[in-house]
């Protein structure tokens, strides 16, 4: 697995030992310090990041890819809106949502469904999968699975993610979070289907007619 795909994995994992190590400053120990419900979700997040980081390592080899910096962009983007996310924000504490177990129940259930339709998208997806922009060697256009009602499902359901973290958090600073990643997955988006369609030309340029790409019936 390349460096680079251990990004998300590499944040969580610093969200969690930092959280639970007692000699940092107050300040920076004040940011780390997540209510039980949070450290659910981030328990969530650990999980998904763990397999995420393992099925990566069956990726087929890369034809074309994106640029190194355009990579990196991406990696800061949705890891920095990652900790924004989940820690404790100074001046963004104001609460938008009433602390309410109904919706950290809610919450918790959503990001867990769409930790699941990742892993089924992933599956599908095989080892044309990257975290890169990329067209694999021998690479494929995939229409099974979740692939059927959207062009981008492994999208949708981390977007589905941060709105089910975002749920058990009812901080302000969870809606701003989720704002930057998706214009951090509207880029990649753009980027990924201007190289499908390069490499598949009319067959994507069918399936993009045919098929909503993160929500069925809006976008």
């Known amino acids: ?22 000699y940092v400053p107050p300040a920076v120990g004040q940011m780390f310090k997540l209510p039980f419900p949070m450290k659910l979700s981030m328990l969530l997040w650990l999980i998904f990041s763990i397999y995420w980081s393992i099925a990566a390592k069956k990726s087929a080899a890369t034809s074309s890819a994106e640029s190194t910096g355009s990579r990196q962009l991406h990696v800061i983007l949705v890891n920095g809106a990652l900790l924004l996310l989940v820690l ?21 259930s959503i990001q867990a469904a769409f930790i699941l339709l990742a892993v ?14 990329r ?3 021998e690479h494929e256009l995939v229409r099974t699975g979740p692939y059927r009602f959207v062009r981008h499902p492994i999208y949708t359901a981390i977007l589905g993610m941060y709105c089910g973290t975002m749920l058990v958090s009812g901080e302000i600073h ?3 979070a989720l704002v930057i990643v998706t214009l951090a997955y509207w880029r990649k988006i753009r980027l990924e289907e201007r190289a499908l ?19 069925p019936g809006v976008y």
């Open 88 to 108: 404790t924000i100074p001046g963004l504490t104001y609460r938008f949502l009433p602390a309410s177990n109904v919706l950290i129940a809610a919450g918790l």
């Open 1 to 22: 697995m390349k460096t680079r795909d251990k990004g998300l994995l590499q944040a969580i994992v610093a969200i969690v030992i930092i959280a639970g190590w007692r």
């Open 197 to 215: 369609a390069e490499t598949f030309g009319t067959d994507f340029d069918l399936y993009r007619r045919e098929t909503p790409a993160l929500i």
């Open 120 to 133: 089924w998208a992933r599956v599908n997806l095989g080892r044309n999968w990257s975290g890169e922009v």
């Open 135 to 137: 067209i694999a060697k």
């Open 174 to 176: 969870a809606p701003i």
